[in-house]
Protein backbone atom coordinates (compact mmCIF):
# COMPACT_ATOMS: atom_id res chain seq x y z
CA UNK A 1 0.00 0.00 0.00
CA UNK A 2 1.12 3.20 -1.01
CA UNK A 3 1.64 5.56 2.29
CA UNK A 4 0.21 8.95 2.53
CA UNK A 5 2.14 12.04 2.16
CA UNK A 6 5.42 10.14 2.68
CA UNK A 7 4.54 9.43 6.51
CA UNK A 8 5.75 6.28 7.24
CA UNK A 9 3.17 6.03 10.15
CA UNK A 10 0.26 6.67 7.58
CA UNK A 11 -0.38 2.33 7.47
CA UNK A 12 -3.72 2.43 8.96
CA UNK A 13 -6.85 1.72 7.11
CA UNK A 14 -10.42 2.68 8.76
CA UNK A 15 -13.30 0.56 7.86
CA UNK A 16 -17.04 1.94 8.03
CA UNK A 17 -20.42 0.20 7.89
CA UNK A 18 -23.30 2.71 8.92
CA UNK A 19 -26.75 2.47 9.96
CA UNK A 20 -29.56 4.73 10.13
CA UNK A 21 -28.68 4.79 13.85
CA UNK A 22 -24.68 3.20 14.15
CA UNK A 23 -21.99 3.10 12.71
CA UNK A 24 -19.86 -0.03 12.98
CA UNK A 25 -16.11 0.31 12.20
CA UNK A 26 -12.46 -1.55 12.63
CA UNK A 27 -8.95 0.13 12.10
CA UNK A 28 -6.50 -2.14 9.64
CA UNK A 29 -2.83 -1.66 10.50
CA UNK A 30 -0.97 -2.44 6.84
CA UNK A 31 2.63 -3.84 7.46
CA UNK A 32 5.19 -3.97 5.01
CA UNK A 33 4.75 -7.18 3.90
CA UNK A 34 1.37 -5.89 2.90
CA UNK A 35 -0.75 -8.03 5.17
CA UNK A 36 -4.18 -6.47 6.79
CA UNK A 37 -4.42 -7.32 10.74
CA UNK A 38 -7.47 -5.57 12.44
CA UNK A 39 -6.09 -3.94 15.55
CA UNK A 40 -9.17 -2.23 17.10
CA UNK A 41 -13.31 -1.94 16.02
CA UNK A 42 -16.83 -1.34 17.31
CA UNK A 43 -19.91 -0.31 17.42
CA UNK A 44 -21.70 3.16 18.19
CA UNK A 45 -25.12 2.54 19.02
CA UNK A 46 -28.23 4.37 18.78
CA UNK A 47 -26.95 7.61 17.35
CA UNK A 48 -28.89 10.60 17.77
CA UNK A 49 -30.58 9.48 20.79
CA UNK A 50 -29.35 10.34 24.39
CA UNK A 51 -28.54 6.53 25.43
CA UNK A 52 -25.74 6.33 22.68
CA UNK A 53 -23.66 3.73 23.44
CA UNK A 54 -19.65 2.98 22.22
CA UNK A 55 -18.25 -0.44 22.32
CA UNK A 56 -14.64 -1.35 21.38
CA UNK A 57 -12.57 -4.35 21.02
CA UNK A 58 -8.67 -4.04 21.40
CA UNK A 59 -7.84 -6.62 18.91
CA UNK A 60 -3.80 -7.14 19.42
CA UNK A 61 -3.61 -8.53 22.50
CA UNK A 62 -3.82 -12.54 23.86
CA UNK A 63 -7.31 -11.49 24.94
CA UNK A 64 -8.96 -8.90 23.07
CA UNK A 65 -9.65 -6.15 25.72
CA UNK A 66 -13.21 -4.89 25.43
CA UNK A 67 -14.81 -1.27 26.76
CA UNK A 68 -18.33 0.41 26.52
CA UNK A 69 -19.36 3.65 27.25
CA UNK A 70 -22.37 6.12 27.14
CA UNK A 71 -22.59 9.25 25.44
CA UNK A 72 -24.74 11.19 23.66
CA UNK A 73 -24.18 10.99 19.77
CA UNK A 74 -26.56 13.50 17.74
CA UNK A 75 -25.21 12.51 13.99
CA UNK A 76 -22.67 10.42 12.05
CA UNK A 77 -19.64 12.80 11.93
CA UNK A 78 -20.81 12.84 16.21
CA UNK A 79 -20.03 9.17 15.91
CA UNK A 80 -16.73 9.36 14.26
CA UNK A 81 -15.22 12.25 16.09
CA UNK A 82 -15.84 10.12 19.40
CA UNK A 83 -14.86 7.14 17.46
CA UNK A 84 -11.53 9.08 17.16
CA UNK A 85 -10.99 10.66 20.38
CA UNK A 86 -11.48 7.03 21.77
CA UNK A 87 -8.63 6.18 19.94
CA UNK A 88 -6.52 8.75 20.58
CA UNK A 89 -7.01 7.90 24.15
CA UNK A 90 -6.80 4.44 24.17
CA UNK A 91 -4.28 3.92 21.15
CA UNK A 92 -2.80 6.21 19.63
CA UNK A 93 -2.42 9.43 20.06
CA UNK A 94 -1.13 10.17 16.39
CA UNK A 95 -4.07 8.06 15.06
CA UNK A 96 -5.03 10.82 12.85
CA UNK A 97 -2.14 11.15 11.41
CA UNK A 98 -1.85 7.10 10.97
CA UNK A 99 -5.23 6.81 8.79
CA UNK A 100 -4.11 6.18 5.41
CA UNK A 101 -7.86 5.68 3.91
CA UNK A 102 -11.09 5.06 4.83
CA UNK A 103 -13.14 2.30 3.25
CA UNK A 104 -16.95 2.89 3.10
CA UNK A 105 -19.63 -0.37 2.98
CA UNK A 106 -22.49 1.02 0.58
CA UNK A 107 -25.25 -1.09 0.17
CA UNK A 108 -26.48 -0.53 -3.47
CA UNK A 109 -24.70 1.07 -6.96
CA UNK A 110 -27.24 0.14 -9.41
CA UNK A 111 -24.32 -0.51 -12.28
CA UNK A 112 -21.05 0.33 -10.58
CA UNK A 113 -18.87 -2.76 -11.18
CA UNK A 114 -16.12 -2.05 -8.85
CA UNK A 115 -15.02 -0.34 -5.75
CA UNK A 116 -14.57 3.34 -6.25
CA UNK A 117 -12.84 6.38 -5.37
CA UNK A 118 -15.34 8.60 -3.30
CA UNK A 119 -15.85 11.61 -5.48
CA UNK A 120 -18.88 14.11 -5.65
CA UNK A 121 -20.30 12.51 -8.87
CA UNK A 122 -19.70 9.10 -6.45
CA UNK A 123 -21.27 10.70 -3.84
CA UNK A 124 -24.26 11.57 -6.45
CA UNK A 125 -24.76 8.17 -7.69
CA UNK A 126 -25.20 6.74 -4.13
CA UNK A 127 -27.69 9.72 -3.27
CA UNK A 128 -29.89 8.33 -6.71
CA UNK A 129 -29.06 4.66 -5.85
CA UNK A 130 -31.53 5.58 -2.49
CA UNK A 131 -34.72 4.97 -4.06
CA UNK A 132 -33.57 1.36 -4.47
CA UNK A 133 -31.95 1.06 -0.69
CA UNK A 134 -33.75 3.89 1.45
CA UNK A 135 -32.59 2.33 4.94
CA UNK A 136 -29.45 2.28 3.87
CA UNK A 137 -27.68 4.48 1.16
CA UNK A 138 -29.04 7.34 2.98
CA UNK A 139 -26.73 6.58 6.07
CA UNK A 140 -24.07 5.42 4.45
CA UNK A 141 -23.69 8.62 2.52
CA UNK A 142 -23.31 10.25 5.95
CA UNK A 143 -20.68 8.43 7.18
CA UNK A 144 -18.79 9.29 3.84
CA UNK A 145 -19.62 12.63 4.75
CA UNK A 146 -18.72 12.91 8.24
CA UNK A 147 -15.51 10.89 7.20
CA UNK A 148 -14.54 13.85 4.65
CA UNK A 149 -15.55 15.78 7.57
CA UNK A 150 -13.17 14.12 10.26
CA UNK A 151 -10.37 13.01 7.71
CA UNK A 152 -10.45 16.01 5.38
CA UNK A 153 -7.25 15.16 3.52
CA UNK A 154 -7.67 11.28 3.11
CA UNK A 155 -8.41 9.20 0.53
CA UNK A 156 -12.37 7.90 1.23
CA UNK A 157 -13.46 4.60 -1.10
CA UNK A 158 -17.39 3.00 -1.57
CA UNK A 159 -17.11 -0.50 -2.11
CA UNK A 160 -21.05 -1.49 -3.18
CA UNK A 161 -22.78 -4.28 -1.63
CA UNK A 162 -24.27 -4.87 -5.38
CA UNK A 163 -20.95 -4.77 -7.60
CA UNK A 164 -19.84 -8.33 -7.12
CA UNK A 165 -22.98 -9.37 -8.88
CA UNK A 166 -22.58 -7.11 -12.08
CA UNK A 167 -20.62 -9.60 -14.03
CA UNK A 168 -24.42 -11.44 -14.24
CA UNK A 169 -25.75 -11.87 -17.91
CA UNK A 170 -29.08 -9.99 -18.38
CA UNK A 171 -30.95 -13.13 -18.76
CA UNK A 172 -30.15 -13.95 -15.11
CA UNK A 173 -30.70 -9.86 -13.99
CA UNK A 174 -34.20 -8.71 -16.21
CA UNK A 175 -37.22 -8.91 -14.89
CA UNK A 176 -39.66 -9.61 -17.33
CA UNK A 177 -41.42 -5.96 -17.02
CA UNK A 178 -42.06 -3.58 -20.01
CA UNK A 179 -38.62 -2.64 -20.77
CA UNK A 180 -39.18 0.42 -20.65
CA UNK A 181 -39.40 0.12 -16.67
CA UNK A 182 -35.49 -1.12 -16.86
CA UNK A 183 -34.55 2.12 -19.11
CA UNK A 184 -36.10 4.48 -17.00
CA UNK A 185 -36.27 2.99 -13.80
CA UNK A 186 -33.42 0.49 -13.38
CA UNK A 187 -35.64 -2.46 -12.54
CA UNK A 188 -33.89 -5.03 -12.71
CA UNK A 189 -32.24 -7.66 -10.21
CA UNK A 190 -28.96 -6.20 -8.42
CA UNK A 191 -28.12 -8.64 -5.81
CA UNK A 192 -26.34 -8.20 -2.43
CA UNK A 193 -23.50 -9.54 0.10
CA UNK A 194 -20.86 -8.82 -2.77
CA UNK A 195 -18.50 -7.94 -0.42
CA UNK A 196 -18.70 -11.25 1.39
CA UNK A 197 -18.98 -13.51 -1.78
CA UNK A 198 -15.90 -11.35 -2.91
CA UNK A 199 -14.18 -12.10 0.03
CA UNK A 200 -15.25 -15.70 0.00
CA UNK A 201 -14.57 -16.66 -3.56
CA UNK A 202 -10.55 -15.17 -2.48
CA UNK A 203 -10.52 -17.46 0.56
CA UNK A 204 -11.94 -20.88 -1.36
CA UNK A 205 -9.30 -20.24 -3.96
CA UNK A 206 -6.97 -19.90 -1.43
CA UNK A 207 -7.69 -23.08 0.59
CA UNK A 208 -8.40 -25.10 -2.40
CA UNK A 209 -4.93 -23.97 -4.09
CA UNK A 210 -7.08 -23.13 -7.55
CA UNK A 211 -6.96 -19.49 -9.41
CA UNK A 212 -10.52 -18.19 -8.84
CA UNK A 213 -11.41 -18.31 -12.45
CA UNK A 214 -10.75 -22.00 -12.48
CA UNK A 215 -13.53 -22.29 -10.11
CA UNK A 216 -17.42 -23.28 -9.89
CA UNK A 217 -18.80 -22.72 -6.61
CA UNK A 218 -22.00 -22.12 -4.97
CA UNK A 219 -22.13 -20.07 -2.15
CA UNK A 220 -24.88 -19.75 0.58
CA UNK A 221 -24.55 -16.58 2.72
CA UNK A 222 -27.02 -17.37 5.34
CA UNK A 223 -27.48 -15.39 8.64
CA UNK A 224 -30.74 -13.13 9.59
CA UNK A 225 -30.63 -11.71 5.75
CA UNK A 226 -29.50 -14.34 3.09
CA UNK A 227 -28.85 -15.29 0.17
CA UNK A 228 -27.06 -17.77 -2.22
CA UNK A 229 -24.80 -17.09 -5.40
CA UNK A 230 -23.85 -19.32 -8.53
CA UNK A 231 -20.35 -18.32 -9.39
CA UNK A 232 -19.24 -19.77 -12.93
CA UNK A 233 -15.12 -19.03 -13.11
CA UNK A 234 -14.44 -17.09 -10.14
CA UNK A 235 -17.49 -14.20 -11.28
CA UNK A 236 -21.05 -14.48 -10.20
CA UNK A 237 -23.49 -15.10 -13.00
CA UNK A 238 -26.59 -15.20 -10.48
CA UNK A 239 -27.98 -14.80 -7.15
CA UNK A 240 -30.94 -15.01 -5.13
CA UNK A 241 -31.81 -11.50 -3.94
CA UNK A 242 -32.81 -8.73 -6.61
CA UNK A 243 -33.88 -5.62 -6.61
CA UNK A 244 -34.00 -5.02 -3.16
CA UNK A 245 -32.59 -7.63 -0.38
CA UNK A 246 -36.01 -8.72 -0.24
CA UNK A 247 -36.23 -11.58 -2.98
CA UNK A 248 -34.70 -14.79 -2.52
CA UNK A 249 -34.54 -17.09 0.43
CA UNK A 250 -36.72 -16.98 3.30
CA UNK A 251 -35.08 -15.28 6.28
CA UNK A 252 -35.56 -13.98 10.08
CA UNK A 253 -37.91 -11.48 9.08
CA UNK A 254 -37.91 -11.16 5.53
CA UNK A 255 -40.39 -13.53 3.08
CA UNK A 256 -38.42 -13.85 0.36
CA UNK A 257 -39.88 -15.15 -2.84
CA UNK A 258 -43.48 -15.24 -3.48
CA UNK A 259 -46.36 -14.58 -5.83
CA UNK A 260 -46.31 -10.80 -6.94
CA UNK A 261 -50.27 -11.14 -6.68
CA UNK A 262 -50.19 -11.45 -2.38
CA UNK A 263 -49.06 -7.66 -2.52
CA UNK A 264 -52.12 -6.86 -4.63
CA UNK A 265 -54.34 -8.81 -2.46
CA UNK A 266 -53.38 -7.32 0.92
CA UNK A 267 -53.48 -3.57 -0.99
CA UNK A 268 -57.15 -4.71 -2.82
CA UNK A 269 -58.63 -6.97 0.27
CA UNK A 270 -57.01 -6.45 3.31
CA UNK A 271 -57.08 -2.46 2.38
CA UNK A 272 -53.13 -2.18 3.69
CA UNK A 273 -51.46 0.54 2.62
CA UNK A 274 -47.56 0.48 0.75
CA UNK A 275 -45.75 1.00 4.10
CA UNK A 276 -47.46 -1.02 5.50
CA UNK A 277 -47.10 -3.93 3.65
CA UNK A 278 -43.94 -3.00 3.37
CA UNK A 279 -43.36 -3.78 7.13
CA UNK A 280 -45.17 -7.11 6.76
CA UNK A 281 -42.93 -8.41 3.69
CA UNK A 282 -39.52 -6.61 5.44
CA UNK A 283 -40.33 -7.00 9.18
CA UNK A 284 -42.58 -9.21 10.06
CA UNK A 285 -42.60 -12.45 7.37
CA UNK A 286 -39.80 -14.82 7.19
CA UNK A 287 -39.38 -17.03 10.43
CA UNK A 288 -40.88 -14.47 12.68
CA UNK A 289 -43.75 -14.40 10.45
CA UNK A 290 -44.38 -18.14 10.39
CA UNK A 291 -43.36 -19.14 14.32
CA UNK A 292 -42.80 -16.05 16.43
CA UNK A 293 -39.26 -16.12 16.23
CA UNK A 294 -35.96 -14.76 14.02
CA UNK A 295 -33.26 -15.91 16.69
CA UNK A 296 -32.12 -19.96 15.43
CA UNK A 297 -31.50 -20.90 18.73
CA UNK A 298 -35.01 -19.95 19.91
CA UNK A 299 -36.14 -21.96 17.01
CA UNK A 300 -33.59 -25.31 17.57
CA UNK A 301 -34.82 -25.18 21.09
CA UNK A 302 -38.72 -24.82 20.43
CA UNK A 303 -37.83 -27.52 18.12
CA UNK A 304 -36.90 -29.64 20.29
CA UNK A 305 -39.68 -29.21 22.62
CA UNK A 306 -42.26 -30.24 19.60
CA UNK A 307 -42.83 -26.93 18.44
CA UNK A 308 -44.70 -27.75 14.96
CA UNK A 309 -44.45 -24.00 14.05
CA UNK A 310 -40.66 -23.74 14.22
CA UNK A 311 -39.99 -26.70 12.65
CA UNK A 312 -42.23 -25.53 9.60
CA UNK A 313 -40.32 -22.36 9.76
CA UNK A 314 -37.14 -24.48 9.06
CA UNK A 315 -38.60 -26.92 6.52
CA UNK A 316 -39.57 -23.63 4.39
CA UNK A 317 -36.48 -21.76 4.88
CA UNK A 318 -34.54 -25.39 3.63
CA UNK A 319 -37.22 -26.55 0.50
CA UNK A 320 -36.09 -22.81 -0.47
CA UNK A 321 -32.69 -22.91 -0.32
CA UNK A 322 -32.58 -25.99 -1.81
CA UNK A 323 -34.60 -25.25 -4.60
CA UNK A 324 -31.93 -22.82 -5.41
CA UNK A 325 -28.98 -25.36 -5.54
CA UNK A 326 -30.99 -27.18 -7.62
CA UNK A 327 -31.62 -24.19 -9.93
CA UNK A 328 -28.12 -23.35 -9.84
CA UNK A 329 -26.25 -26.57 -10.16
CA UNK A 330 -27.98 -26.32 -13.55
CA UNK A 331 -26.71 -22.89 -14.78
CA UNK A 332 -23.19 -24.53 -13.70
CA UNK A 333 -23.94 -27.59 -16.25
CA UNK A 334 -23.29 -29.72 -13.63
CA UNK A 335 -19.92 -28.60 -12.91
CA UNK A 336 -19.23 -27.50 -8.60
CA UNK A 337 -16.00 -27.94 -7.48
CA UNK A 338 -17.38 -26.49 -4.11
CA UNK A 339 -20.22 -25.08 -1.59
CA UNK A 340 -19.29 -23.22 0.62
CA UNK A 341 -21.62 -21.75 3.71
CA UNK A 342 -21.12 -18.78 5.66
CA UNK A 343 -22.39 -15.64 7.63
CA UNK A 344 -23.91 -16.49 11.24
CA UNK A 345 -26.50 -19.28 10.47
CA UNK A 346 -24.26 -20.88 7.59
CA UNK A 347 -21.24 -21.39 9.98
CA UNK A 348 -22.76 -22.49 12.86
CA UNK A 349 -25.85 -24.25 12.25
CA UNK A 350 -24.77 -27.40 11.35
CA UNK A 351 -28.47 -28.79 11.31
CA UNK A 352 -28.83 -26.39 8.37
CA UNK A 353 -25.87 -27.09 6.11
CA UNK A 354 -27.22 -31.15 6.86
CA UNK A 355 -30.34 -30.73 5.86
CA UNK A 356 -29.71 -28.31 2.39
CA UNK A 357 -26.74 -31.34 1.54
CA UNK A 358 -29.57 -33.98 2.14
CA UNK A 359 -29.46 -36.95 -0.22
CA UNK A 360 -27.10 -35.53 -3.04
CA UNK A 361 -24.64 -38.11 -3.37
CA UNK A 362 -25.90 -38.93 -7.19
CA UNK A 363 -24.52 -35.10 -7.62
CA UNK A 364 -21.18 -35.87 -6.31
CA UNK A 365 -22.46 -34.12 -2.99
CA UNK A 366 -21.54 -36.30 0.36
CA UNK A 367 -20.81 -34.97 3.87
CA UNK A 368 -18.96 -36.05 6.70
CA UNK A 369 -21.48 -35.76 9.35
CA UNK A 370 -18.93 -35.80 12.16
CA UNK A 371 -16.85 -33.20 10.83
CA UNK A 372 -19.69 -30.71 9.90
CA UNK A 373 -20.96 -31.33 13.39
CA UNK A 374 -18.09 -29.65 14.52
CA UNK A 375 -17.60 -27.17 11.99
CA UNK A 376 -18.39 -23.33 13.15
CA UNK A 377 -17.06 -19.41 13.10
CA UNK A 378 -13.34 -20.44 14.84
CA UNK A 379 -12.13 -21.25 11.10
CA UNK A 380 -12.45 -22.53 7.54
CA UNK A 381 -13.15 -26.26 7.70
CA UNK A 382 -13.76 -29.00 4.95
CA UNK A 383 -17.08 -30.71 6.25
CA UNK A 384 -17.18 -33.06 2.74
CA UNK A 385 -16.58 -36.98 2.66
CA UNK A 386 -13.52 -38.76 1.41
CA UNK A 387 -16.02 -39.93 -1.10
CA UNK A 388 -17.52 -36.88 -2.08
CA UNK A 389 -16.61 -35.28 -5.70
CA UNK A 390 -17.82 -31.72 -4.66
CA UNK A 391 -15.76 -30.38 -1.87
CA UNK A 392 -18.14 -28.73 0.92
CA UNK A 393 -16.37 -25.73 3.32
CA UNK A 394 -17.88 -23.76 6.37
CA UNK A 395 -15.46 -20.53 5.62
CA UNK A 396 -16.16 -17.39 8.18
CA UNK A 397 -16.47 -14.40 6.58
CA UNK A 398 -14.95 -11.35 7.27
CA UNK A 399 -16.46 -8.63 5.24
CA UNK A 400 -14.86 -5.79 6.49
CA UNK A 401 -11.02 -7.00 5.90
CA UNK A 402 -12.72 -7.19 2.36
CA UNK A 403 -13.03 -4.12 1.92
CA UNK A 404 -9.48 -3.09 3.59
CA UNK A 405 -8.38 -5.39 0.74
CA UNK A 406 -10.77 -3.30 -1.75
CA UNK A 407 -9.49 0.16 -0.56
CA UNK A 408 -5.83 -0.64 -0.43
CA UNK A 409 -6.38 -1.81 -3.89
CA UNK A 410 -8.37 1.50 -5.21
CA UNK A 411 -6.04 3.90 -3.22
CA UNK A 412 -2.61 2.00 -4.29
CA UNK A 413 -3.74 2.22 -8.07
CA UNK A 414 -5.17 5.61 -7.62
CA UNK A 415 -1.17 6.55 -6.06
CA UNK A 416 0.35 4.74 -8.95
CA UNK A 417 -1.95 6.75 -11.73
CA UNK A 418 -0.85 9.73 -10.12
CA UNK A 419 2.81 9.10 -9.61
CA UNK A 420 2.97 8.03 -13.36
CA UNK A 421 1.09 10.84 -14.60
CA UNK A 422 3.62 13.60 -12.77
CA UNK A 423 6.20 11.49 -14.29
CA UNK A 424 5.05 12.12 -17.30
Known sequence: MGVHQGSSLANKILVLNSGSSSLKWK??????????????????????????????????SLKPVKATFQQEVPDHKAALTAVLAYLKDSYSRAIQQEVHSIGHRVVHGKEI??????????????????????????????????????FKDRPQVAIFDTAFHQTMPPAAYMYALPYELYESHHLRKYGFHGTSYKYLVGETSRLLARPAEDLNLIVCHLGAGASIAAIENGRSIDTSMGLTPLEGLVMATRSGDLDPAVVLYLADRLKMEPSDID???????????????????SLRKSIQEGDKRAQLAIEVFVWRLRKYIGAYMVHLKGRVDAFVFSGGLGENAHEIRKLALADLQAYGIDLDLDQNATASSSGAQAIHSADSRVQVWVIPTDEELSIAQQTCEVVDAHEKQDHEAKAA
Not at 44 to 50: D, F, L, N, Y
Not at 117 to 135: C, E, M, N, Q
Open 113 to 150: ADAVLISPAVKDAIRKASSLAPLHNPANLQAIEAAEAV
Open 27 to 60: LFSNDPANSLKAVVGGLVERIGTKDSQINATVYQ
Open 279 to 297: KLLNKKSGWVGLCGSSDFR
